[in-house]
Each structure stands twice: as structure tokens, then as C-alpha cells.
């Protein structure tokens, strides 16, 4: 089989951010309304008063500091609490395709290959802008690319699974090489009136040139030495948010149909699995912990990737050892673990060894070693 590497990265960073500052005003006037409106039910115990939100409350528990966001000015209207995007029409390019293209033209350019040069076009994220047709297909005909696209989803951990389908389609000559894209817009999904999240996910595309190693010709090149995929069901991780939503009308609209997690279960779960993984793929790949220089992971919370690292060290990790790019993108679901390779890995040496995880929703895992080459 042929041996596939990544040859370019790209990323697209949306213009406006919130600083938790700003988030942290619009979230408290809200409560605040909301305690004044309900003042009668709250005191007779029918309605729960709303707790404030602070920087300080952030900050601890999840190490964001900013968010970038497509839109901001509707996020931080009280009254509303949500972007304010308009429709496009069926003939104009929609806006998750319009973010992959930015990205993947920037990753086409540092790979040195143009869209005739490729032949996969895979978009994988934790939501898509529809069901059908595929948002890869849209951003193939942007793109002018032939052959083939399709969409998947496995939550936080669709890049690594990404890789692996693209590393697939490569090894087998079904590709000569792959484009993955991972076009989240976190900010649509978001329940910013829930104190325990609102301040949790940012906006980004990032993406991927996967091809044989024969034909690369980059100065950035990683041999995708080995990766590993695994899955778990759980419910702590869930949005209800569907097509069926329909039949019951009870429902629509209701909390459910946006990001809910329950944090602490999510916590105490992952970190270990996410740990062991890494360790078992560092393991398949006849490698030891002591040999790789680097960790991607993916960006959710700065506690937990702190807790891992030192779970697969066996030591807190140096500077720079496991990048954290969450401060200022926050959680970006799929593509934070590609921002931070993106980000930092141009200073990496060749032979040197890292390692790039994702972990989500699903429960999934997925972790991809990689050698500067």
C-alpha cells in the first residue's frame, strides 16, 4: 500500500471575537431579566433563579479567555443570543462551504497542489448547515475538483476519523490525494443562555491535504505513521436537534435541541480513555512515550488536556509539549486539534515524532501519529 502523508494545513479564523468580558455583560443582563420577569415563581420555589456568570468562573473552569464567533453582535443582544446570518438563496455558495474553501485554499497553497490534484474531498465536522446535498460536494464544485465528496460526522473527533478515511482512500489508489475539511461553526449549536456552557465554543474551519508520499513535494510533510479510532456510547455529550423534531411539536425549540454535556461525567470519563489511547497508538506504532515530542490535542477545556498530558507523560508537560490554542479559539470542536498542529508544528525537526488526538461526543476518540519528515 501507499504510505500517505499530510502535506498542507489551512485554517480560517472568522473576523469578530467576544472576549469573556463581553460575553460574561450580555449573559448577566439576561439573568438578570430573567429574575426580575420570574421574580414571583422564584420566591414561592416554582423557578429556579438563574445564577451570574463571571471571567473568573470561566476562566477556571475551562482556560478560555476569547472565542472566535461568524457573528457577534446578535450573541451579545440580550433579547436574542444569537448570530444574526441571513438566508442564502439555493444558487449562492452557503456559509459552511464558504469557510471551507477559505480554508482549503490555504492549504492547497502550503501543500503546492491545485484542485486538479485532488480527487477526495471529505467534510467532516459536528454539524452540518444541512442534510443534503453534502456540503463536500458543494465545496468540490467550488473548488473545481473532480472526482468525488462526501460528509461525516463523529462529533469533536471528525478530524482524526477524517484522517484515517483520507489516509484509507490513499493507501488504496482510490485517491491520489485527499482534502479534509472540518467547517465548524460552534457558535449555531450553542445555548448562550445556559450559564454552565455559554461560554464554551468558538467558530473555525480547518483543512487537511492528505497524499501519497511518492508524489508529495511540500517543505511541510508528515508521514502518518499510525492512528487508532475508537467509540463508546454515551449520552453526557448530546444535542437532539433533527429532522424528526417535527413529530412532536412539544419539542421544537426546547434546551435539548442545542449542545448539552454533563461536564463533570465527561470529565472523569474521557481524560483516561483519552490518555490509554494515546498510549496504546504510540504503542502499535513500535514507538515509546519518551519519543514523541509533541501532543495535539483537542481543544475543549485547558484542565483536562493538562490532566492528560500528565496521565500519558507521567509528568506535567513541558512548554509547548501539548500547545493549547483554546484561550483565545475556545472549544472548536473537530478542529481545534488541527488549529494547534497548524499553529505549532512549522518548528518541529525532521524525524521528530508527534501526535494529534481528538475526543468527544459519542463517546470518540481518535489519535493519529505523525513524523516530520
Sequence with gaps: MKQAVISGTGLYTPAQSITNEELVQCFNAYAEQFNAEHAAAIADGSVTALEMSSVAFIE????????YV????GILDPQRMVSRIAERGDDELSLQAEICVAAARQALDRAGRTPADIDMVLVACSNMQR??????????????????GFDMNVACSSATFGIQQA?????????????VLNPEITSGHLNWRDRDSHFIFGDACTAIVIEAADTATSAQRWEIVESKLKTSFSNNIRNNFGF???????????????????????????????????????????????QVSRYWLHQANLNMNLLISRMVLGRDAEPGEAPVILDTYANTSSAGS???????SDDMQPGQLGVICSFGAGYSIGCVVVKRL
Excluded: W
Aim: charge should be positive; glycine fraction near 10%.
Design 60 to 67: 477556571k473552569a475551562s482556560g478560555i479567555k476569547a472565542r
Design 70 to 73: 461568524m457573528e457577534k453582535s
Design 131 to 148: 442534510a443534503y446535498p453534502a456540503m463536500a460536494v458543494e465545496v468540490q464544485g467550488a473548488l473545481g475538483i473532480e472526482g468525488y
Design 167 to 179: 489516509v484509507a482512500a490513499v493507501q488504496s489508489g482510490q485517491a491520489r490525494a485527499v482534502l
Design 244 to 290: 424528526l423534531n417535527r413529530f412532536d411539536e412539544t419539542g421544537v425549540g426546547q434546551p435539548d435541541k442545542l449542545f448539552r454535556q454533563q461536564g463533570r461525567k465527561v470529565f472523569k470519563d474521557v481524560c483516561p480513555m483519552a490518555a490509554e489511547m494515546i498510549k496504546d497508538t504510540i504503542a502499535s506504532a513500535g514507538l515509546e512515550v519518551p
Design 338 to 344: 488541527v488549529i494547534a498542529f497548524h499553529k505549532h
